[in-house]
């Protein structure tokens, strides 16, 4: 230590007055002594640096001065005395964020217990003279007072004015307190560069930085709008293009129309000169008919007198050969009565013949009967001898129906087992279905919590599925992560847990061992690069271990469990966190505990206990033995709550097991039983057919018997009509000679009916001859009448025609002058000529000359023209009115593309001036860093990098730095991550790389609160000599290095300054403290042994 007339004194004012009735010991009196070393002249002092720290009823202190030395300051005292308290006093007097700090999130926390209001004052060093920045805090409305210079000022006035100072209380690079010293290596590399440069860049660094993100956003939004523009120009170009066809073919289709509305304009014109023409022809037509009509008539007059001669002369002809028709007509029917006559004799002759037949066939009949029925008796009489006797066979049948009786009886009862089996079997698939979802319901509660695993850590989530893909690769047991494998057993409960382990540790694997942990970590992090938490379980099982105190001793404070008693998990997860956060030796309480909650602290001797909705910390002091404590509200749970019962899940596993096995037995039993009926039913069938058999043979002799019986009461009756046919014969020859004299009467009436014919048939032959003769008479005369006539017809037909003629013409010229008329008014509106008006007008006529001059020339070019016309479909004026619009549009577009371009243009020029500006002085940076790194780190036998780190050069947003550290020769430098190194490998890497801005840091402090925790006294006490060699020389900053420890025959220099912190009750009053007199009674104290 340095001379004691170097030392200077910090000061405290301590008040030993109670703060609250109610809680008499929560009162602390703290002494702070601070010794310092450097002549105290001379010394350089960085503009802002904290001169002065008072504190009054803030956190522990009641009244604290603490005044800093201008470089390294060490603030050491055991936990619980008042060190972080400091770091919270800096953060809060220079208008720091709460959450800088980690603590609470209300400012009226930090005022201690009891009291109303707590202040806090730091003077900062200013060559212009020294600011004083005051807060007063006020517990009732969480609000806070400031003062600058003792004036009253506001938060945004202080702020602007440490900003001033290049004060930076949220940057880890400058301000890491206790409980963000994990959150430094949790920091990205971005995050972590834009900290370095507002920590120890140039005040334009940043600021070139952000111009750069924000030039960089601005060159790709006009990139993006570039290439839209550029696009949408293309496709307009490429539309306008395809549309140009469309837009000729439009004035192409209006050409036609054109076209097509002259000729409709002289096609009435046409039509009209048409019908005057047809008009005139008609007139000339009419002329000659009326001339023709008149010659004609003269000429008919003398063939008309000549065929009314003729009709006189065929009048008589016709009525004479009317009575030679009904002359013929009557000796006609006489003929046809005595061929009726005849044919009748014909028709009497055949049946005297038939007769005649029908006797001949009926014996012969009669002698085929008689012979039959002789062969019958015989054949009967032989039958009757030639049947046996015949074997009984009822007595065998009797003995299958008894057999038949036994086999239907045991398949009556194998069919009722197999039906109560049935039953069974179909009570047991119902019971095993409700197993079954029951389990599904459990199974999709898991499968609610990984998705809620996916959604919020989607790397565990990826790294959960590669482990259950690659489980084959690990020795030992490896278990999910915490949050899937815990089972609250009670809902409610999850808070607890959820509050007491931290988010990291639910997200992480679980090993049980090392070598599984890094082939796992080796994978997802490093491989897959994944950001995942692993840890191992302890060696020896602690998921067993007894509490310090069983929990019927906490019950009378209202605990009813301790936490471990709350919660279900494998034993390598529970092992885990009994050892790690002694989950169980933490009871949980309820509404009684919080109740009595003082009596609680001060009696149970816990560290750590849960009431109903809040968790309480308990700590004690090294030197008065005080008990201090907070709490904390339990926020409700996030991932705990959904919970599995797994008592419930084993019962339904073993429950789904047992029914399983006894459906199969059930199974087993009716293929036993199913057998047995097939055996059944084929012996059946085979005694069937035997009794089928048997029956068949009794039946056959019962049918043999009546027919036996039948047969022998036939032959008497049969032998009596073989008798009566023999008796009843026919005399063949007496009827034929019957039939002979019946045929010769009736041959002797057809003579005379023929002679009667012959006579009748001569008289109709004579009377057809004289109508033959009358019919030649009168057939000539018809002939000439005939060829009268039709010179009369024809001059008639013309004389007609020629009258036909004359109407129709005069009907035609009516109808073509009112056509004419139509035609021409037609013709006039078409042209919007007055109906005065006879001519075309020139220009009309000039254009209509040029068209076709007939009808039929016009509408074969009108119809030429509308199919052309009619081809151009789809086309309208929308299509050249949105050509020409969009024309417009590619006209400005391109003009707007241009100048897009060159604003694109400025903006790269910007770019690569501000990056020079940027990037040249931040890799001089870095290379300083890493110099520096380098250094610390070499001089540890370890080694580190620090470089920038940048995927993508024009991603300025996306530049890092990266730092890299190996602490064993055998390993590869590794990225300094939260999960590859140990908590105190961690913890030097931080120290060494805020060593490293040191030299560099342009702000005027730098606060590290108990980084030293975790590491090993070798590396420790190397980083300690660092600390000192770097923060202690003359061109550094104010340095405070907060630690609990000191490790033993450590060096110091002069220009660093030591402050111890005490407290207790019998702490000396401020007014009463004699460092002189403290060290002379040390410098009169004997030496002790070293080995002491």
Known sequence: MAAPEKRKRLGDQLSNSQTQTSRPNTSSNTQCDTQADGDGSGERVVEGSIVRIVMQNFLSYNHSEVVPGPNLNMIVGPNGTGKS?????????????MSVLGRGDKVGLYVKRGCQKGTVEIELYRAAGNLVIQREIHVGNNQSVWTLNGRHSSQKAVEEEVKALRIQVGNLCQFLPQEKVGEFAKMSKVELLEATEKSVGPPEMYAFHCELKSFRTKEKELETLCKEKATFLEKATQRNERNK?????????????????????????????????????????????????????????????????????????????KDKAAAIREASQKCKQKQDQLDRKNKEMEDIQQALSLKQTEEVDRQKRISNTRRLIEGLQEELRSVGAQEDVTPQINGIN???????????????????????????????????????????MMKRKEDTLRGRFRDTYNALVWLRQNRQRFKGNVCEPMMLVINVKDPRHAKYMESHIPQNDLKAFVFQKQEDMEVFMTEVRDQQRLRVNAVIAPPESCADKPPSQPIQALQRFGFFSYLRELFDAPEEVMSYLCHQHRVNDIPVGTAKTKSMIETVIRESQLRILFTADEKYTVK????????????????????????????????????????????????????????????LDHRDNELRAQKKQLLEQKGKKRQLEQKISTKQDRIPGIKDNLRQMEEGGIDLQRAEQETKAKLKAVNSQKVAIMADFTHQMKLRA???????????????????????????????????????VGVDLSQRKAKLQETCKGLLKKAKDVCNLDQGESSVPHHLHTALSQLPDTLDEIDSRLNEERSIADCYTGISAAVVEEYTKRTQEIEHMTQELEEKKNALDNYRQNISQAKENWLNPLKQLVEKINMKFSDFFRSMQCAGEVDLHSENEEEYDKYGIRIRVKFRSSMQLHELTPHHQSGGERSVSTMLYLMALQELNRCPFRVVDEINQGMDPVNERRVFDIVVRTACKGTTSQYFFITPKVLQNLTYANEMTVHCVHNGLDMLPSNKWNLQGFIRRAQRKPKQPADR
């Open 620 to 679: 004690k002091s090294s030197y008065s033995n005080k008990t201090i404590s907070s709490n904390s509200a339990l926020r409700p749970s996030q991932f705990l709550s959904m919970t599995i019962d797994a008592d419930e899940k084993q019962q339904l596993e073993e429950k789904l097991r047992s029914v399983e096995q006894r459906l199969q037995a059930i199974d087993a039993q009716m293929k036993a039983l199913q057998q047995r009926q097939g055996q």
């Open 245 to 321: 066809q469309d837009v000729e073919r439009y004035y192409e289709k209006k050409r036609h129309l054109d076209m097509i509305k002259m000729l409709e304009i002289k096609r009435p014109w046409v039509m009209y000169e048409t019908a005057r023409q047809e008009l005139e022809a008609v007139k000339c037509e009419r002329e000659e008919a009326k001339k023709n009509l008149k010659t004609l008539k003269e000429a008919q007059a003398p063939v008309l007198r000549k065929i009314q001669a003729i009709d006189n002369q065929l009048r008589p002809l016709e009525n004479q050969m």
């Open 766 to 804: 004579r009377l057809h001859m004289d109508k033959v003769y009358f019919a030649l008479e009168s057939v000539q005369l018809t002939a000439e009448k005939t060829t009268l006539e039709a010179e009369s017809r024809e001059g008639g037909a013309q004389l007609r025609e020629l009258e036909r």
């Open 402 to 444: 008894a057999e038949l009786r036994a086999a239907q009886e045991e398949r009556a009862q194998t069919d009722g087992e197999l039906s109560d089996l049935r039953r069974e079997k179909d009570s047991q698939k119902g019971e095993l279905n409700i197993l079954k979802e029951k389990m599904r319901s459990l199974e999709n």
């Open 85 to 97: 308290s400091i770091v919270c006093a800096i953060c809060l007097g220079l208008a720091g964020k």
